[in-house]
């Protein structure tokens, strides 16, 4: 052991985040354990070892008590070790080192999580991509991948350290590029009145791949969040949507009013009203007819990113079924004595606004909120549960009705399409047959007069 020992260790100690001194502590007791292999002793405190800081040497000694208890040190030169010692303590040297390097990489790397990171990709392991980030490898599970996405070995993967695990002798890295927080550290790394907390990120939904929804707040009146987000021509928002291979991003002006939040996160499509109802945690939004679809979105994707976005289960209805809700509503329970219209315009402004709404808050909730008789409630209840189950047996029927006849519409033009693939007789092929019926009718046995 010398110098040149110093200077391999303070080149382990700077590739591996170690500290000089707890390597030279792994060496110290490597060599004690070898030490103690050579002398078959199973004490722990007979034998010692130190190194010199300055020039590398090491000091193996005995510890060796007299009759009166006196301890004294027995000097032992490391080349009367032998060779199966020395193996012994290079393999607890490398043992310790390897120990050292975890606890050191679980440390940085928690500290890390959350942190957005590029790294380089390596290979794919059963589905996960394993990627190279700085001095240690994570892995990124199908599930926090982007759907369809592929990278090729060496290419380049900007990706959210999710999560750092002691998996016993080993540190588990988990990546993440479908993560909703790997939109937000996007941003923040694009745009910066977002990492200042200019801009603040007030909630998001997602479907990676797909689709994106944010709703940004701006604590600065002159600050526009959307346009700061946008950027100038769509510059900042580009560079996102094109690491995130195409994904779609909807900006959302926050608000705190759920009404106004829920207009806006359902654009593009245009909304004529919003009714709540905080003990169902619903929300209907009423649509024109021709914005229905459009507020919908392709397989329902608008409306199911907007519920999650703003935290309320939403219904989607034109204006023709919102008023055959309220019209059914009210010729349930306007027979019922006790009960006045004003009673309907009391159930509307708490958005109780079918008879499905009665059946599911229940007669205890329409009791209390709306200060009925008890008795009086149980029997709005069951009058519109019986309905309710009416109009769900109806709506049913239309259903069924419905796809009959897209069916039965469906047979019907592929039989058409088989009859007009026929083999129609060709022009001459005509002529023939009707010369044919020609000449047999003339050739019939027709009497002179």
Request: net charge negative.
């Amino acid at each position: 052991m010398n110098s040149e020992t110093l200077r391999i260790l303070d080149s382990i100690a700077r590739e591996r985040n170690i500290e000089r001194d707890v390597l030279i502590a792994d060496i110290e007791q490597a060599m004690v354990s070898a030490a103690r292999k050579h002398f078959n002793s199973l004490d722990a405190e007979e034998f010692g070892c130190q190194m010199d800081r300055t020039t590398g040497a090491l000091t193996i000694w005995r510890n060796r008590t007299d009759d009166l208890g006196n301890v004294t040190r027995e000097m032992i030169p490391i080349e009367t070790l032998g060779r199966i010692p020395a193996q012994t303590a290079k393999q607890v040297m490398i043992q310790r080192f390897r120990e050292d390097e975890r606890e050191s990489l679980l440390e940085e790397f928690s500290k890390r999580q959350g942190e957005l990171v590029t790294g380089t990709a390596q290979r794919y392991e059963g589905g996960s991509l394993v990627v190279q980030v700085d001095r240690a490898e994570g892995f990124m599970p199908r599930s926090e991948q982007i759907p369809g996405e592929q990278f090729q070995p060496g290419g380049r993967v900007r990706c959210l350290i999710l999560d750092v695990r002691d998996a016993g002798n080993q540190v588990k890295i988990v990546l993440s590029r479908s993560h909703p927080d790997f939109i937000r550290r996007l941003f923040e790394a694009e745009v910066p009145e977002v990492s200042e907390r200019v801009i603040e990120i007030k909630a998001m939904a997602r479907e990676p791949g797909f689709r994106t929804k944010l709703a940004v707040a701006s604590v600065d009146s002159k600050v526009d969040p959307v346009g700061a987000c946008v950027g100038v021509r769509g510059s900042r928002i580009r560079n996102i949507v094109d690491e995130l291979g195409g994904e779609k991003i909807d900006i959302v002006r926050w608000n705190e009013s759920s009404q106004i939040l829920l207009a806006n996160a359902l654009k593009p499509a245009e909304v004529e009203e919003v009714s709540l109802c905080f003990e169902l945690g619903r929300a209907t939004i009423i649509v024109r007819e021709d914005q229905l679809s459009l507020a919908i979105g392709k397989r329902g994707q608008n409306v199911r990113l907007a519920a999650r976005l703003t935290g309320w289960d939403v219904d989607i209805l034109t204006p023709a079924e919102f008023q055959k809700g309220l019209e059914i509503l009210a010729q349930t329970i306007l027979p019922i004595e006790g009960v006045e219209e004003s009673l309907l315009d009391r159930m509307g402004a708490l958005g109780m606004i079918s008879v499905f709404d009665i059946e599911e808050i229940g007669a205890s909730v329409l009791s209390q909120e709306l200060g009925l008789d008890p008795a009086l409630a149980d029997r709005i209840v069951e009058v519109c549960t019986a309905k309710a189950k009416e109009v769900a047996e109806q709506q049913q029927r239309e259903k069924e009705e419905a796809a009959r006849r897209k069916a039965e519409e469906e047979a019907a033009g592929a039989s058409i399409l088989a009859g007009e693939g026929g083999a129609a007789p060709a022009p001459d092929a005509e002529a023939e047959a009707a010369a044919d019926s020609i000449l047999a009718g003339g050739g019939g046995g027709a009497t002179e007069n």
